[in-house]
């Protein structure tokens, strides 16, 4: 229950379920519907708690002490309440989605769950690797964070009972602007101050997970391949590393990458009514820009 | 004469063919090794009985429960013979020798489980063969391939579908990541004679691996398609976390009940097992009445399973637990003999509250519960459980696989003989 509290309260902008909410409502007016179903607002739900049980086991496997300006649940509570906390919603959210009776929905969760943990293992194995390619970034940043966004709005068009091709329009809308979310928020590991992130600035790098910015600079200039390697062993090494980041580019290389994909989910959304809410999903994406301004 | 239940469809064969069906005749024990797992006939080689001449006879053809009598009509056997059959697959008794015939079964079931956790990665690869092959039963999977024949039978299918294989995998994936995630809830450094995964490659790999094979189960099970089934493993999964919960929020608590303890027990332990067992007769298509009555026999069996199991945390050498002794009571996890013992002896109380600060408290509480007959209790509800579990089989018909799971039940409560 404390942890619980911990993990719900901590300032959680709960983007995926209001996604589920705007795509639902936003579909739902193309064949009629005036409410939202118990199927609707159940997704909405399973999708939080994926998400949040996902990052109490991030944190373990992180082992990171902050999330949101507070304490994360392994480190108030140890690593055993995190993991038994993180199963627990794992286990609830699989059950409320085996309860929706909908096999199509249930394979594309099933599916993201899966994907979590390849992206996971993808990271892992691959920290201070400075052969990572774009694609095979672009792949992780797909399991670990679009896949689920983009089941979320093909769940969402799937309950409103709407055609494939809306449905399938739906689920690249969720990956394109999942994808720009991601760049964006590795960006902002590099340009926000601890403060503004609620967690250590640069940590990405510091654990040798190499993003967009990263990867791109890594193009540009050799030497910061060797500052990567060392592993940060020296001291000031990690913010000698962050200004060759900064000098050579590789932030405005990722802001254009976070700004095409943000392109491809605005076109993805000309299928649907123009509505309050199909607005709203527009300004979700440029929003999230705005973040990296 | 023996009858023995051979399940093909060709009737009056040659003794070559008997071999190529997988049965066996008299003249056959010592020279013809027969793999008979595939076919369903019970193997009799070299046991130092008299040879006996068995007989295929043809099913009939489609689904009815076939009565013992009916069977053995066909081949004008009497009841008695298949008495023998138990005596002799009981010795020697073993799990090998009860798995016996569905060895092949259990043999694709490690060759697919060892590629679906190592695709992925090479650490995990090797987190995959220290799980996989770290002297693990399979005893979940034999359940599901038993049942699966046993009730297949009913029905005339003849042979294991690709939903009963998978149900399989699926339930031996789920077993193995609760055990990895287990062990770093317990922060366990052995289990089976071996280091456990947290232990050898940190906490970071267990976790991942576990999720990881927890993910995979979820996926392959959506995928099988059936709602129902989905939905049952589903429970389970929620099941195993409330299990732990419950038993993380009750440790040292010398108030827990009986009861209390059951559900525990259901939900760490039994769930999957029931699931197991009724899974596999969703997916042979039996009625509900069978599926229901293979779940309270895989519910039975799981419960009789964890206190026997809970009894020999007390009663074994550390050596031959693979793990240290009178563990559980360390970590104030109160099972069956602790809650007997606890009515009869207030003084455990004391050491259990204490939380064993004092050297020695240990071993003076596990002597306390061996003294006052908790053992002994416990060692009658294992029986009790087991009884309910052999009444849940009487709706199979009798043919080896039945007999096997009969067997099972009691080579678990032979453990604590």
Not at chain 1, 73 to 82: D, E, F, M, P, S
Request: aromatic fraction near 8%; proline fraction near 2%; charged fraction near 25%.
């Amino acid at each position: 229950m404390s942890a619980a509290e911990q993990i719900f309260g901590a300032g959680g902008k709960r983007t995926r379920p209001a996604l589920v909410f705007l795509v639902s409502r936003a579909t739902a007016e193309i064949i009629g519907f005036r409410e939202l179903t118990k199927e609707h607002r159940r997704l909405a739900e399973i999708i939080e708690m994926i998400h949040t049980a996902s990052l109490i086991h991030d944190d373990v496997l992180d082992e990171s002490d902050m999330r949101r300006g507070k304490e994360t649940v392994h480190q108030l509570y140890g690593t055993r309440v995190a993991v038994l906390a993180g199963d627990f919603m794992f286990a609830q959210s699989s059950w409320y989605l085996a309860n929706l009776e909908n096999l199509e929905v249930i394979k594309l969760i099933s599916q993201v769950i899966k994907d979590f943990a390849s992206g996971e293992i993808k990271q892992a194995s691959s920290l201070f690797d400075c052969d990572v390619q774009l694609d095979e970034y672009l792949l992780k940043s797909y399991y670990k964070t679009a896949s689920l966004i983009a089941a979320s709005t093909k769940g969402a068009a799937i309950f409103s009972g709407v055609d494939s091709e809306i449905s399938e329009q739906m689920y690249q809308y969720g990956k394109n602007f999942g994808l720009s979310f991601q760049v964006v928020d590795d960006i902002l590991d590099f340009t926000q101050s601890a403060e503004d992130l609620g967690k250590p600035s640069a940590s990405d790098l510091a654990k040798g997970n190499l993003t967009a910015p990263v990867i791109f600079a890594l193009e540009k200039e050799t030497k910061l391949r060797d500052i990567i390697e060392s592993e940060f062993c020296e001291s000031g090494s990690l913010e000698k590393a962050v200004d060759i980041i900064e000098s050579c580019g590789g932030i405005d290389k990722a802001r254009e990458l976070a700004k095409s994909k943000a392109e491809l989910a605005l076109e993805n959304l000309q299928c649907l009514p123009l509505s309050s809410f199909r607005f709203s999903l527009e300004e979700m994406v440029k929003n999230n820009l705005e973040r990296i301004r | 004469m023996t009858a023995v239940a051979c399940h093909n469809l060709e009737f009056g064969r040659t003794m070559l063919d008997f071999l190529a069906c997988g049965c066996t005749s008299n003249a056959s024990f010592d020279r013809f090794p027969v793999r008979s797992y595939a076919k369903g006939a019970v193997r009799n080689v070299n046991r130092g009985y008299k040879p006996r001449k068995l007989v295929c006879f043809q099913p009939e053809i489609g689904p009815q429960t076939k009565t013992p009598e009916a069977l053995l009509t066909a081949v004008t056997a009497d009841t008695p013979q298949v008495l023998d059959l138990k005596k002799e697959l009981r010795s020697p008794a073993s799990l090998t020798n009860l798995f016996e015939v569905v060895a092949e079964d259990l043999q694709t079931l490690n060759k697919n489980l060892q590629s679906i956790v190592g695709a992925e990665n090479p650490v995990l690869m090797s987190a995959a063969e220290q799980i996989f092959g770290a002297g693990g039963k399979r005893m979940r999977p034999a359940l599901v391939f038993l049942v699966s024949r046993a009730t297949a039978e009913i029905v005339g299918l003849k042979e294991l579908t690709k939903e009963h294989r998978r149900l399989a995998e699926i339930i031996e994936m789920i077993h193995t990541a609760s055990l990895i995630h287990d062990d770093v809830l317990d922060e366990s450094d052995m289990r089976r004679g071996k280091e456990t995964l947290h232990q050898l490659y940190g906490t970071r790999v267990a976790v991942l691996a576990g999720d990881f094979m927890f993910a995979q189960s979820s996926w392959y099970l959506a995928n099988l398609e059936n709602l129902e089934v989905i939905k049952l493993i589903s429970q389970v999964i929620k099941d195993f976390a409330s299990g732990e919960i419950k038993q993380a929020s009750s440790l040292f608590d010398c108030d827990v009940q009986l009861e209390e303890y059951l559900i525990k027990s259901y939900y760490k332990t039994a769930s999957l097992i029931s699931a197991s067992t009724k899974g596999a007769s969703i997916f042979s298509g039996v009625n509900s009445y069978i599926s229901e009555q293979m779940y309270q026999y895989g519910k039975n069996f799981g419960l009789s399973f964890q206190i026997v199991d809970d009894i020999l945390d007390f009663t074994q050498s550390a050596e031959q637990l693979g793990k240290p002794a009178g563990s559980d009571l360390a970590n104030g996890n109160l099972t069956a003999p602790v809650i007997f013992a606890l009515k009869k002896e207030a003084r455990l109380r004391d050491i259990i509250e204490s939380e064993f600060c004092d050297t020695g408290s240990l071993e003076e509480a596990i002597e306390i519960v061996k003294r006052c007959g908790g053992i002994h209790r416990a060692q009658d509800l294992a029986r009790e459980k087991a009884n309910l579990a052999v009444q849940n089989l009487q709706c199979l018909p009798l043919n080896s696989f039945r007999i096997a799971l009969e067997e099972l039940v009691k080579y678990n409560l032979e453990r604590i003989k």
